[in-house]
């Protein structure tokens, strides 16, 4: 399994970001192997469709769940359609190994 946390870095001791679409930075946790790897946001800086475009980036990156605080509705409805799982993680504040080990130990209500 493929989790994606939305980061404001590349790395897992940087903070979780709060916005789906906007994020600068998505790190992907394999559950199989606990190994991650992070990728720049290619639609951060556009003018718009962000949702549907980070939607596609996490599919082609073959992301089975995200974690995020949040997602809009344009992203939502490519999220789902892409059959990617949604839980809701209030990341504020939080690095990306704290986002890891929520997901680890369960408990967060899917959207």
């Known amino acids: 399994m493929r989790i994606c946390i939305p980061a404001k870095g590349p790395e897992t001791g940087d903070f979780v970001d709060e916005r789906f679409g906007r994020a600068p930075y998505y790190l992907i946790y394999d559950t199989e192997t606990g190994k991650t790897e ?7 800086e556009a003018m718009g469709g962000v949702g549907p475009r980070a939607a596609q980036a996490l599919l082609d990156h073959e992301v ?3 974690v995020t ?3 809009g509705g344009n992203a939502l409805g490519a999220l789902k359609a892409g059959g ?3 839980l ?3 990341g504020a504040g939080r690095t ?10 369960g408990g967060l209500a899917e959207q």
């Open 38 to 44: 992070s990728f720049r946001n290619p639609a951060a």
């Open 64 to 66: 089975n769940v995200l």
């Open 69 to 71: 605080a949040r997602v």
């Open 84 to 86: 990617i799982s949604i």
């Open 88 to 90: 809701l993680y209030d």
């Open 96 to 105: 990306v190994s704290d986002a890891i080990a929520a997901y680890r130990h």
